[in-house]
């Protein structure tokens, strides 16, 4: 498992306590001290820039620099400060954010970050007892959002007349790139007023292949059992057809999963949590309401 940043906080300290470091040789260090594995050590985060390891041993780093236990000497390289070699020398203390509210400098830090932000938003230093760091906590709010409007999302379609969660299914796949950009490429052919709708949508913006859409607008808990999933594989049969896409409000039992796995045709199977993040992802109900940046120093710059 991977420390959180406060844990990583001593270690980094003490990776400098012999004199100049680089910051890249402290976190295969610690990556041996802690002795991460393979994937541990590769595990990115979601924007894939950089690793989990690296980014929490760079905010430890900014912490205590920012506490006055370390200084940077040049380009991705620190030093230990004597404020630090004293911290180091009491072996008992717990060295945290906490601690690092002891020291005057760190309290101006975070008066400051706070000050830059909303008086209601939470200070710049993370909530303590999850041991975030600041992109972790931006990224967990994100997710918290996310969840929240896709939820809502699929409500609203429950809510909606079947004509609506037709012409939504449709515009969703044409969202995700299927048919290209012909205005035809989807077409529903089902029957409004049955909870249910039948699409057939383009592959490609030709119309040289084509993939059957059974959807099912259900209340929350009605699930769609392996009955349905034989009878939408019967209808694709008859249109001669190799690919199919199920969508439902709902969720789908373990059998249903299990006969769309074993049959012939090619089956996707879109359940309500599936399809709200898809409706998201897309923009598909939803709008962009506000984009966020995360800036970091570039190095570059001051070399």
Same mark, same amino acid.
């Given at each position: ?61 900014? $912490? ?11 380009? =991705?390289?620190?030093? !230990?400060? %004597?404020?630090?070699? /004293? ?124 993939? $059957? ?11 769609? =059992?392996?009955?349905? !999933?034989? %009878?939408?594989?019967? /209808? ?68």
């Amino acid at each position: 498992m991977i420390p959180d940043y406060q844990i990583l906080m001593r270690p980094v300290l003490e990776a400098a306590a012999n004199g100049e470091i680089r910051i890249g040789d402290v976190v295969e260090k610690i990556a041996d001290e802690f002795g991460l594995t393979t994937e541990e050590r590769a595990t990115l985060l979601p924007s894939g820039a950089q690793s989990v390891l690296s980014n929490r041993v760079h905010w430890a780093k900014t $912490y205590l620099k920012q506490a006055g236990l370390v200084e940077s000497t040049r380009r =991705g390289h620190f030093n !230990i400060t %004597e404020r630090g070699k /004293s911290v180091l020398a009491s072996p008992g203390v717990k060295i945290d954010n906490r601690l690092l509210k002891t020291f005057a400098e760190f309290n101006d830090f975070q008066n400051r970050t706070r000050q830059a932000t909303d008086e209601s938003s939470p200070p710049g230093v993370p909530a303590e007892s999850n041991g975030e760091t600041p992109e972790e906590s931006l990224r967990t709010a994100y997710d918290r959002i996310t969840a929240t409007v896709a939820l809502e999302l699929v409500e609203r379609l429950r809510q909606g007349s079947p004509a609506f969660f037709e012409k939504t299914i449709v515009n969703l796949l044409l969202a995700m790139g299927y048919g290209g950009s012909s205005q035809d490429a989807g077409r529903a052919i089902g029957q409004s007023g049955d909870d249910g709708v039948d699409g057939v949508i383009d592959q490609d913006p030709l119309g040289v292949d084509q993939i $059957y859409v059974q959807a099912k607008r259900y209340a929350d808990g009605n699930m769609v =059992g392996p009955a349905a !999933i034989r %009878e939408f594989f019967g /209808s694709l049969s008859l249109k001669k057809a190799q690919k199919g896409i199920f969508v439902t409000t709902s969720g789908f039992t373990k059998s249903a999963v299990e006969t769309a796995r074993q049959i012939g045709a090619r089956i996707v199977l879109i359940d309500a949590d599936y399809l709200g993040r898809l409706m998201v992802l897309h923009n598909v109900g939803c709008r962009d309401q506000e984009v966020l940046k995360i800036k970091r120093i570039d190095e570059d710059f001051f070399e």
